[in-house]
């Protein structure tokens, strides 16, 4: 696959197996130059991380910041511009997920779920889209995160299903009002991912789901990704893309 964009803003690469931090180095070895956002990761980590992906010749740049706060998508992109230059893919990876079940269901918790969720991905999206436009690129591409929330009920992820469809709905909205500019915007569900949040206990309920025998992995999610960032994907757009290994409801 070849890439015509080099400089990706990737968000959520906080912790060794988190979806984004394998997107990070995915991307690192196409030779894009990377600037990612984390929260909470151990400092060291986060140096020793940047150095793994240097040995590809990647530039890299890493902005610890909470999502959630109102200006927060200013302050990324800001700092992008700033660092590494206009980005060209957008992959907004970070999530806030807690649990949301009848009983628990109130305004804090939607309002934590809505502010990272949505307000970030939509924010982002939209600077992205009018930076891309101001510099004059070609080939841009927004990759948005989903949870396969409409393939099945999630009873106990009231307010993170609710927000994860809301991304859904804006991905096939957008990449229309995009389309002109070069841009395109896709979803990607990768499925239950072994990542940070799995238990031994959750790995047990859930391999049996899987005809390939194993959970999927970050490094699935990854080359889904860079898939759809690559110049092979240009006709695809508006797409939500259940890439989950043939996983079993």
């Not at 151990?42 to 010749?57: M, R």
């Not at 859904?168 to 070069?182: D, I, Y």
């Not at 896709?186 to 005809?211: E, K």
Request: proline share 5%.
């Amino acid at each position: 696959m070849s890439y015509s964009p080099r400089i990706a803003l990737i968000t959520g690469a906080s912790h060794p197996d988190d979806i984004g931090t394998a997107v990070c180095r995915k991307l690192a070895a196409q030779g894009m130059t990377i600037c990612f956002t984390y929260w909470k990761a151990d400092p060291s980590w986060i140096k020793t991380f940047q150095a793994e992906l240097a040995t590809n010749g990647t530039q890299s740049e890493a902005l610890e910041i909470d999502l959630s706060a109102p200006r927060a998508a200013e302050r990324v992109f800001t700092h992008t511009l700033s660092t590494v230059g206009t980005p060209s893919v957008l992959i907004n990876n970070a999530a806030h997920s807690t649990q949301t079940d009848l009983a628990s269901l109130d305004i804090t918790a939607l309002d934590a779920h809505y502010a990272v969720n949505i307000r970030s991905t939509l924010l982002l999206s939209v600077l992205f889209a009018r930076q891309f436009e101001q510099a004059g690129l070609q080939n841009g591409r927004i990759v948005n995160m989903t949870s396969g929330q409409d393939l099945g009920p999630m009873p106990d992820e009231l307010a993170y299903a609710a927000t994860k469809g809301a991304i859904s709905a804006f991905t096939t909205s957008f990449s229309l009002a995009v389309a002109p500019l070069g841009i395109t915007v896709n979803a990607l569900n990768p499925g239950p991912t072994d990542s940070t949040w799995m238990t031994d206990d959750v790995r047990t309920q859930l391999q049996p789901q899987f005809p390939f025998g194993r959970i999927g992995t970050p490094s699935d999610a990854a080359r889904t990704i860079a898939f759809l960032v690559s110049e092979d994907a240009a006709w695809i757009t508006g797409q939500i893309i259940h890439a989950e290994g043939g996983f079993i409801r």
